[in-house]
Each structure stands twice: as structure tokens, then as C-alpha cells.
């Protein structure tokens, strides 16, 4: 088992593009965390002196501001924490759902693994953004129906995955020896079944983070995520690109760190699944 | 029939196949010669590895794209080995066509057999479909298809195996070619099936006129067919002679073991008993001496150090062995 | 007849899934938090009465679900809760031959360059052109649309002048260059990669080799022999390529003013308008379900096999 991952880490490392992205990933995250430090604004400090000036080293503001007198160097920094929390968080939390929903389907078996299936078929056919838009209409929005909903996205490609190595794993001698020896279901689960299809799952996990910083992107891009005063780089790019015209570095900042952030993130997850499965090349 | 006497029409001289993968080079055939006459059938023989089928794909132009030939093959003057792919493709499939060994999925799944026949002689001859689909029918029934104006509207998977390897010969046949190599063109099928397209070899080639290249890892398939047969193992040639000459009397000693591997055809089909123990060697492995020394009943010391070159012994015989078996 | 039986039986499910569909949105609204109306502050008891009894909420719940079932079949979505004169069906009649065309033409857009390109890179394995492609490719896919609208907008719009920044215009091909481009450009990545793999593959089955060995020219062995097995995968990203345009059209018909439903869906979600939602979500669904009957119906076509081993 270890093996794997041995052979995967040397792959990747002699990837040069992979360890370019892990880079930037890491670099991002860095700026990100420190940045804030670094500057005396704070994200929702209003500078009534300098409303939407250019980016400039004399007035303090070293990627300008916006239409509030907001520094936009602090702003964009934090947004880009929110929106990577978020996304790593809401990957973990499909994660979670998604392996547990897929163990016990493939442990189950029979018509409960099959019903289970229909509903992960049904719901994988339908763009769920369309129920998050659908939910926060009836339930407002906020952080925790943010999370919640990203979080019921993510989990349907795990969970297919995750039962179907579980399909695999039952039929192998030593479940059925923990089954003879009358260990209760919930028990295999947890320690053999899990464990053994860690190796895919990490991987999917991987992928998942970007699809999920991504989705969030998107609803506080419209408005339905991250609400005022605090920022994401979804709200940004919204408030950016509404001041397109007058003031292009409201954009430029935000937008540039997701594109390049999203971009790494791909192109890593991209170099880890070929490094593990190295048969395309 | 007569071989030698014609005039060549596939002259193989020191073929070498080589494969590269990453930093690790694979060679297949080294150094191989040969000579197919027209209106001759030639055997090849070897086991799977030996680099038989590599010969005719290097020739043909269809080796992987990690290969690389390098010798001469002339196909009726023509240099193929270097050829550009246009010269290729005017050649192949009308005077140098071959043919494969799982016609299972040698056809394409979503054409009509009657479309896949009749594209080589609009290809090649410039003929309308309509006309090509009525040559596709005269040839369909030349290789004994039962109902082919039914068979030619129907799809790959529609057909039977043996069907569909004489639907593979039959394509094989409409530009009436010069050269037709059948690479394991009975392995996949049943045994009673074999017997049936091999009699259908035979019936074309003496109606064709042309030569043959019959690749087979079983001395009983060549056996009714062959006019001349080489042995290959491990990427060389190490015994030629005529067929008759070669079962009357094996000299090498991996021809001699691989002929009792053959089952009889005439008989009932009996299970495969081989004598031949152990594996042909790693082809990424480098040999000194002679590749077959560990595997060999006469071995001695000497095959082991010094490698035994190809020669000539008799008028059409050739022998690569330090020890061979006695007359 | 196994074909026919097969596909009805397809059929079926697909009402079955938009009718669950429909039932459970609509009754996830009913039972939302607050009526619809607690918004309204200055209604007087008998007022609030009157409109609710109009809108039939003053029934049971099961009574309403028959009633709006009953209009749906008739092709009435109801009356926007935020517009009351407007009717959604309105909205929807307006808004989707707009959303229609720029998705159709994102689609073909995407499959035409989609498959040439992942071919092409296909035929040039590991040549330069190759892996500009499949970089090109997941730029595409990773680069939010809501990035890249409008920083197109802001270089070809407003620094260059060449092509109106928002607006739709009736149509107008200028209009429809940028919010095209973007909306095509993520499921075209895709599908070049999977293009290329598959056709990679494709490349190397026995019966490529035996139409090389026939002597036909590279190109009708690609178009006649590879094609149709290698597009088999990117039949089965159609409906994700659908759902993924339809996403990308909620942001760039917000970006671009243009008046599509994607662009109602929107502003109906940021006004709590429950009906608006409910019947845009409807229609979408209804596209999508319908897309993937299609792809069905396509998938016999690529390999004949299908047709009978259902």
C-alpha cells in the first residue's frame, strides 16, 4: 500500500509543473494568512480620504480601494482566506457525507444499495446549483446555508466512489472473516473498510477543493453567499466588475488570484491523478 | 507448387525492430533475412515474442509509434521501410495486404461489412460504391459466405468468427494482390472452424496466384500449406528449409521440440502437450551466445559464450545452431 | 421491439424524475419559513386575505398541489409573486428563446472545436501542440466565467472598442461574440480531453490497424473508422455539458445584461420570488431530462451494438 504512494510522490515531484502549482497553491495560501499582517487596514475600515483610488504606494493603499474608502489589498487577501477555508471545509464535509453514505451502500448492499444509488443517479443529473438558488430563496442566506448547501454537492462522486471500492473490499476474504467473527457492521466499516479506500478518495478530495471554492465563488458572485461586510473573491469580482469602467484595478486583483488559484489547484489535482495512475503517457 | 524458382517478391535483408520506452530500448527482430517468391507460401513459425509478426507490421508500416525499423524491406522493388506514408498506403491493402489474427475486433464495429469491403476498391481501384458493393458480393461468395447479399447489410458483431476471418481474407483479396500475410489467422477460432480457413487459404492462393506469409506459433497450421517454412525464436531466424524437407528432418533442436507440440490436425483435436519447458528469454535482456541454450537438450559451454550465425546448408536450407540433430 | 420497450421505459422514469422534481420544490415552498407575503407590511387584514385567497393559499395543501400541477400541464407557471402582473409564463416565453440561442450556440461551439482540437492533439501526441492544447483545455475549465467575462469586456470593450461590453440588442452577432465565447469555453475543455484520450485509444484498437493496413488515407480512417467509437465518452458528457452551460449562463447573462431566464432565475432568487424560481428551476429540468433521452437515442447511433443489446 505504502508503495503507492511512494512511487506517486516521486512521480509528482519530478512533475515540474505539478511542484510549479503546489507552489503557487502554497504561496497563495501564505500571502493570504500573513498579508492581513502586514498593513494597518482592516477589511471593513472605512478611509473616507481615498475613496476608489488607484492602486499607489503613497497613500497606503497598495492595491487601492473601492467605492467605500475599503482597502482593497486587505480585502482581497481576506477574501481569498474565506474562500479557501471554505472551499477546503465544504470539500472535508462532502468528504465526510459522501464516504460514509458510500460505505454503507456498498457494504449494504441488495435494494438498499440500489435505492441509495438511484438517489445519488438522480440528484448527479441536475445542476444543484439550481436547488441552492431554490433554498436560499426560501431560507435566506448566510454562512451556514452556504456551507450546508456546498457541502450536498460534493458528496455524490465520492460516495459512487467509495461504494464501489466497498463492493470490491466485501468480497475479500477478511471482511467476511470480520463478518464470521461477528463484529458489528458499523465497526467493519470504520476500521477495514475505510482505510482501504483511502488511496482514490484523498485524490477525489483533492479535486473537489477548487470545485468547491469555485461554487461559492459563484453564489457570492450573485450575491447569495458571503454577504457584506466581510468579502470573498466571489463578492469582489461582483463589486469589480460592476465598477469595470471607471475603476479596472477593483477587478483586476480579485480575479487574477482566482484564475491563478484555481488554476494551480486544477493543474495539481490533474498531476495526481496521473501520477497515481500513470498509463495515458 | 514450386517455390524459389520465381522471382521475389518481399525481400527482407537485416531487419532490425527496436522498441524505446522511456530510457529502455526493446529489441524484437535482429538482423532477420528473408525472401518470399511470388506464388510461394512461406511459414513462419515461433513462439509469441518470437518476433514474427513484427517482420510483415515493420514491412507494412503498421509498428507502434515507439518502434523503430531499420534494415531494408523491398516489396517488389519498392523500399518500404522508409517510405513516405502516401507510397504506404498505395501499396497496402491492393498488392501487399494482411491479415489478422482476432477477427473479433479486427472489423469496425459501426460499418456495414459491405462498406469496409467495398472502401478498399474505391480506394484503390476508383470504383463507384455501388460497383464496389458488387464486387464486395462476388467475393463474399468467392470465400463461400452463406446468403451475402444479406451478410453484406449486416454489421461485425452480426457475424460468426469464422465468418468473419473469411469476410478478412475475402477483403484481403479484391485488388488481387501479389503478397497476402496472414498473421495467426486461426488462433482465435474453434478448431473445426481452423480447418475451414485454412482450406480457404489454399483454394485462394491457387486461384490468386500469389504469395503467402503464413505466421502461426503451431507447426500444424503451416503444415498442410507451407512451401518453405522458417523457424524464428527470441527475434532470429535459426532454421529454414523446405516444409518437406524441415518435417522429414528437423535439425535445430527447437524446431524438433516444437513439432511435438503440434497436435495433428487429422486427428481429433487433442489437448496441447508441450516438451518444451521454461519461457523464451526477457526481450529486454541482453544474450550472449545462444538464446535458446537454456531451454536446449544439446546444449554445451560454447552455446553459451558464442552465438551461432545463420547459415547455409544445402540449396534452400539455413541453420543457426552449434549442435544440431543429427540426420 | 426491445429498442422501443426500452426507450419508453426511459421515458417513464424521466416523467417520474421531473414529477418528483416539481413536487418537491413546490412543496419545499410552501413550507418555507414565513408566508410569501410577510414582507409586505402595509396589507390590512382583509386586503391580505383577498390576495391570498387569490392565490389560492387559503386551501389545503394538497388542493394547491393539484391546482398547480393542473396549470402546468396547460403551460401556466402562475403569476410572479414580486410582479403580480406579470406572468411567469410571460417571463419564461421571453426569457428562453434568448437563453436557447446562446446556449445552443455554446454547445456547438464547444462540441465542433471541442473534438477537433482533442483530435488534433491526439494525432500529435506529446508534440508542442499537444500539450498547448491540453493546457489551453483545463484553462478553460478552471477560469471562472465570472472572471473572464469581464476582463474580455474590459480589454476587447473598453480598451479596444471592438465589441459592446453588455447588452443583447435582439441578437446581434457583436452582442453574442463575448457571452458565447465564455459560456463555450469550459465545457470545451472537457471535452477535448476526453476527445483525446478516447480517440488515443481508439487509435490503437485492431480495427484502426486493419483500415491503416487497407491502405486508406489517415484522414478517412479518423473520420470513418475512429470517429464514431471515439465520440462514445463525449456522449456521455453531453448532459453535464448542458447542466454546466446552463450554470455559466446564470452569471453571464447577469454580467451581460442580456434578458434570458438565467438572468430572471437571478433576480428572482435575489427578490424572493418563489414562483419565478419554482418555474425557472422547472424548465431547466425539463431541458436537461429531455437532453438526456437524447443522448440515449444517440448512443445507438455511435455503436450499433446498443440497438440490440438492450
Known amino acids: 500500500m505504502s508503495g503507492i504512494w511512494r512511487d506517486t510522490a516521486r512521480r509528482l515531484q519530478s512533475n515540474r509543473l505539478a511542484m510549479a502549482a503546489v507552489g503557487v497553491m502554497l504561496g497563495i495560501a501564505a ?18 480620504s481615498s475613496i476608489a483610488v488607484p492602486p499607489g504606494l503613497r497613500h497606503g493603499h497598495w492595491l487601492g480601494t473601492d467605492r467605500l474608502g475599503r482597502d482593497l489589498y486587505v480585502r482581497t487577501l481576506e477574501g481569498t482566506r474565506i474562500s479557501l477555508l471554505i472551499g477546503v471545509f465544504a470539500a472535508l464535509m462532502s468528504l465526510a457525507v459522501g464516504v460514509a453514505y458510500g460505505a454503507i451502500a456498498g457494504f449494504a448492499g441488495g435494494s438498499t444499495d440500489r435505492w441509495m444509488m438511484r438517489v445519488v443517479e438522480i440528484l448527479s443529473g441536475l445542476p444543484l446549483i439550481f436547488f441552492v438558488i431554490l433554498l436560499t430563496v426560501l431560507f435566506g442566506r448566510g454562512v451556514f446555508l452556504l456551507l450546508t448547501s456546498i457541502g450536498a454537492i460534493g458528496w455524490l462522486t465520492m460516495a459512487r466512489i467509495v461504494r464501489g471500492q466497498t463492493l470490491s473490499l466485501r468480497r475479500r476474504e477478511f471482511i467476511e472473516a470480520a463478518v464470521a467473527g461477528g463484529a458489528s457492521p458499523g465497526r467493519i466499516i470504520f476500521k477495514h473498510v475505510i ?79 496521473d501520477a497515481l495512475d500513470p498509463e495515458e503517457h | 507448387m514450386a517455390p524459389g524458382l520465381a522471382e521475389p517478391v518481399l525481400v527482407i535483408e537485416e531487419l532490425k525492430v527496436e522498441f524505446r520506452r522511456g530510457r529502455v530500448a526493446t529489441t524484437t527482430v535482429r538482423e532477420v533475412s528473408l525472401t518470399v517468391a511470388l506464388g510461394e507460401c512461406l511459414g513462419i513459425v515461433g513462439e509469441s515474442g518470437s518476433g514474427k509478426s513484427q517482420i510483415f507490421l ?120 501479389d503478397l497476402l500475410i496472414a498473421d495467426e489467422p486461426t488462433t482465435a477460432l474453434d478448431v473445426t472452424v481452423q480447418a475451414q480457413v485454412l482450406e480457404l487459404l489454399c483454394a485462394m492462393r491457387q486461384e490468386f496466384r500469389m504469395g503467402v506469409v503464413l505466421i502461426s506459433h503451431d507447426f500444424a497450421v503451416v503444415a498442410g500449406l507451407a ?101 | 421491439m426491445r429498442t422501443i420497450r426500452y426507450f419508453l421505459g426511459r421515458f417513464c422514469g424521466a416523467v417520474a424524475t421531473l414529477l418528483a422534481i416539481v413536487t418537491i420544490s413546490f412543496f419545499l415552498m410552501r413550507l418555507a419559513p414565513g408566508g410569501p407575503f410577510d414582507e409586505e407590511q402595509n396589507l390590512p387584514a382583509d386586503a391580505r386575505a383577498n390576495v391570498e385567497a387569490r392565490y389560492g393559499l387559503d386551501q389545503p395543501l394538497w388542493i394547491q398541489y393539484g391546482r398547480y400541477l393542473g396549470a402546468l400541464a396547460h403551460g401556466d407557471f402562475g403569476p410572479s409573486f414580486r410582479y403580480r402582473d406579470v406572468s411567469v409564463t410571460e417571463l419564461i416565453g421571453q426569457g428562453l428563446p434568448v437563453s436557447a440561442t446562446l446556449g445552443a450556440l455554446a454547445l456547438g461551439l464547444a462540441l465542433l472545436f471541442g473534438v477537433t482540437l482533442g483530435t488534433m492533439a491526439a494525432l500529435r501526441q506529446h508534440s ?9 483545455a483545463i484553462a478553460g475549465i478552471a477560469i471562472p466565467s465570472f472572471v473572464l467575462l469581464p476582463f474580455l469586456g474590459l480589454v476587447f470593450g473598453i480598451y479596444r472598442h471592438w465589441l459592446p461590453v453588455a447588452g443583447w440588442e435582439g441578437g446581434s452577432p457583436a452582442h453574442l461574440v463575448l457571452p458565447v465565447f465564455v459560456l463555450c469555453l469550459p465545457p470545451l475543455g472537457t471535452i477535448a480531453r476526453l476527445t483525446r484520450a478516447s480517440m488515443l485509444e481508439v487509435l490503437r484498437s485492431p480495427f484502426v490497424r486493419t483500415a491503416f493496413a487497407k491502405g486508406l488515407p489517415l484522414g478517412t480512417v479518423v473520420m470513418r473508422h475512429a470517429m464514431r467509437p471515439a465520440l462514445v465518452p ?77
Open chain 2, 227 to 327: 512451401d518453405r517454412i522458417i523457424v524464428m525464436y527470441a527475434g532470429r531466424v535459426v532454421e529454414s528449409a523446405t516444409a518437406a524437407e524441415l518435417f522429414a528432418r528437423p535439425r535445430h533442436p527447437y524446431t524438433a521440440a516444437l513439432m511435438q507440440c503440434a497436435p495433428d490436425l487429422a486427428a481429433a483435436p487433442t489437448p496441447r502437450m508441450s516438451t518444451l519447458s521454461g519461457q523464451p528469454p526477457d526481450p529486454d535482456a541482453r544474450i550472449d551466445g545462444c538464446a535458446f541454450a537454456p531451454r536446449c537438450s544439446n546444449a554445451s559451454p560454447r552455446c553459451r559464450i558464442e552465438r551461432p550465425l545463420l547459415q547455409s546448408i544445402g540449396a534452400a536450407a539455413q541453420l543457426a545452431c552449434h549442435h544440431p540433430l543429427p540426420i
Open chain 3, 128 to 136: 508542442a501542440a499537444d500539450y498547448a492544447t491540453m493546457t489551453l
Open chain 3, 234 to 310: 463525449v456522449a456521455g458528457f453531453l448532459v453535464p455539458a448542458v447542466a454546466t452551460v446552463m450554470t455559466g449562463s446564470l452569471v453571464v447573462e447577469s454580467i451581460a445584461g442580456l434578458p434570458g431566464i438565467g438572468r430572471y432565475l437571478v433576480q428572482g432568487a435575489l427578490n424572493r420570488d418563489y414562483t419565478l424560481v419554482l418555474g425557472m428551476v422547472i424548465v431547466y429540468s425539463t431541458f436537461l431530462i429531455g437532453m438526456g433521452l437524447l443522448v440515449d437515442l444517440g448512443y445507438a447511433w455511435l455503436d450499433p451494438r446498443i440497438r440490440y443489446l438492450r
Open chain 1, 31 to 48: 500571502i493570504s494568512i500573513a498579508g492581513p499582517l502586514v498593513t494597518m487596514h482592516r477589511f471593513d475600515s472605512l478611509d473616507w
Open chain 1, 195 to 273: 482505510p482501504n479506500v483511502a488511496g482514490p478518495v484523498i485524490v477525489y478530495a483533492m479535486l473537489t477543493v477548487p470545485q468547491m471554492i469555485l461554487f461559492e465563488s459563484f453564489l457570492s458572485f450573485l450575491g447569495l453567499g458571503i454577504q457584506e461586510p466581510h468579502a470573498s473573491l466571489g463578492t469582489l469580482i461582483a463589486d469589480g466588475a460592476g465598477e469595470m469602467e471607471a475603476a479596472p484595478w477593483m477587478l483586476l486583483a480579485p480575479g487574477v488570484l482566482l484564475a491563478v488559484l484555481l488554476l494551480s489547484l486544477n493543474l495539481f489535482g490533474d498531476c495526481l491523478r
Open chain 2, 58 to 177: 515493420a514491412a507494412i508500416g503498421l509498428l507502434a509509434a515507439n518502434a523503430r525499423a531499420s534494415g531494408s524491406a523491398r516489396f517488389i522493388g519498392t523500399e518500404l521501410l522508409s517510405a513516405p506514408r502516401a507510397t504506404l498506403n498505395a501499396v497496402r491493402g491492393s498488392r501487399l495486404t494482411m491479415v489478422f489474427q482476432d477477427p473479433q475486433s479486427a472489423l469496425t464495429p459501426h460499418l456495414k461489412i459491405g462498406v469496409q469491403m467495398a472502401e478498399v476498391l474505391v480506394r484503390h481501384r476508383g470504383l463507384s460504391w455501388r460497383d464496389a458493393e458488387a464486387a464486395a458480393l462476388a467475393m463474399l461468395r468467392r470465400v463461400k459466405i452463406a446468403d451475402p447479399e444479406r451478410r453484406l447489410r449486416q454489421y461485425p458483431h452480426e457475424l460468426s468468427g469464422g465468418m468473419r476471418q473469411r469476410v478478412l481474407i475475402g477483403m484481403s483479396l479484391l485488388c488481387e494482390p
